[in-house]
């Protein structure tokens, strides 16, 4: 007999055989054990995709820390000026000569000071502006001293505005001048003076950068963040439970993570180059659904900080209303010198762009509302945990290093912030009572107004849960 | 109903449609379980977890082959994976040569058959059944049972010189 024979001979007899069923085989037995069954209709793209998001950020965090320190060079301060528009003309004055910078006459006063020779002095003389005083006012035209500096005879450039002198009085003083001539044309013309007398300023400012704190910064509980290196922890709190007991679990938890070159606003500015790190470390009572044991719920209160070091940059915008005193005196013959006051007003907007070197760090609270999925149910276990944890920004400090610079402080109010956490977790049961979890997962948070920048941070997170 | 129908039924869940599907392959099912488990019981649950699979994923069944050829390697892999679970191991010996008499095998019966074949070693069994009654290739059964081609030739001459050496012993008997 071939071995064909021989396998035919046992497909023709055994192939479509059929052998009766027991009683414990049936249909509804069948119907039963696939109700009974969860459906793995979600779950497993969820899994799938929550074990893909752990390898992704794993590596990510591998990544991360293989690369190299931030950047820290200190660059310089850069700034430009950009005339602002002109306010409305209040005063007397004609359209002829109006200053580039759109400078308007805001006032015209008219007093009489001492009687003084025919030769004055300037004095005082800083700045100047052209000004166009009203015919009707002057009968005589005299010398003309607009815009240049007397001693150099050189047109007089606008002074830098600096933000942190605010002002609020003037006080025109009159000016002695030297009216070299006087004149024979009997025509109208116009004594053109210019004579800064005083400014008055009153800007904005963004950032106070007047404040010393020292060259040192601030360490915070797990991790430190200095000038040009960072470092940071790796442990933080978190949570866990046990199943064949009570549903009640108590849990806490210590997580941590970083990341580089990522982009964090800090009043207002943009840190970048940075490496950045974050601590969670919160406190839940978790329950297990009775319905599905699989499922934990969880409340509890939280703290979070982080730190990071980078390179800040900042635009500063400041709106600066400028005021210009001028003394014109009107020499004619015969008659005592009158002198006038004219008031020249301007607005300038600034903006400044700084860029330095910035250590911050940051704290929040907030209340973390958590989900487990747990996976396991013996010593060693998983679980497949999302919190989020709405809350506030309570403090923030950061010192700033910059060109030409004092290191300043800058610190901001209350805002309202937002953390969550995904992770997936190694339970490790230490006793009856208690277990140990270690759990890799990825970080976000955000400040009210600032989700876009989008805080991702890969990180591992250990802590204890005990049971009840 | 066809199976067409009875697929069409099952995808929509209608219980009437499952319950004609199980009870038209149940039994046949149940028979090809049993070639490869250790034991009733085993078969029994491996038909069952079968039929829960089957339900499940009918909608995936293309129609590239019969409905009942897909729901038999439904219940082979189970069978197999069940195996596997219970850690059966198996042996490599040589090609053996095959001699028995046509006569002798054509007097058996489908019970002496099985028997036969429950007393084969666990690999030698798999890969008879596989490769002699489900007429799969060496390279599929290879894939199936996760070994190699050769193993699978191998343990194929070692079941049917096994099962000769069982009908030359029935033979000498019977004279």
Redesign the interface.
Known sequence: ???N???Q???S??????????D??S?E???A??SA?PKSGLLKPVLWGIGSLMLVSTAAMYWVNRSSAPATTITGTSGNSTPGAGSTLTGNSNSKGLAPDSRQTHGVSTHTPEKTAAYKEVKNVRNSTNVNLSKSTVSYTSSIYSNTDRASQQPLSSEPVNKSEVSASVDPKPVLIRASNTSSNKSDQVLKLSVKQESLLLGSRFINLDRYFGQQLFDFSLGRANQGQTGMLNIAPQNNYDRNSHNLNFELMLSAGRYQNGLVTFNGGTVTHALHSAGYYQGKVLFNLPSNPNIQLGAGLGFAQNSGSGQLTTQQTSNTMKVDSQVIVIVQPGMPNTYKTVYDTSFVKETKTQQGHISYTQSRINLPLTFNYLLGNGMVSFRVSGTVAPGMLIYQKGILFSEGHTPSETQTSYRASLDARLGFGLLLGLNNHTKFIIEPGIQYFSEKGQAQYGRLLPGVGVGLSFKY | MTDQELVQGCIKEDHNC??AL??KY???L??VA??YCKS?EDA?DV???S??KI??NLSKFKGESSLETWMRRIVINNSINKLRTEKITQDVDEALP?????KG??E???KE??SM?DKLPQGYRNV?NL?????YSHKEIAETLGIDEGTSRSQLNKA?KA??DMIQKREKINL
């Open positions: 007999m071939s071995q024979s021989l396998d001979i046992f497909r007899r055994l192939a479509h055989q059929e052998t009766d069923l027991s414990k085989v249909f037995a069948v119907m054990r696939r069954k | 499952q319950k199980w009870n149940a039994r046949k149940l028979s049993i070639r009733q029994e038909l069952m977890e039929f829960v339900f499940d095959i001699g028995i008499s046509d095998f054509d058996m019966n489908v058959l099985m074949l008879f490769f002699a009654i489900e007429g049917r099962l000769q």
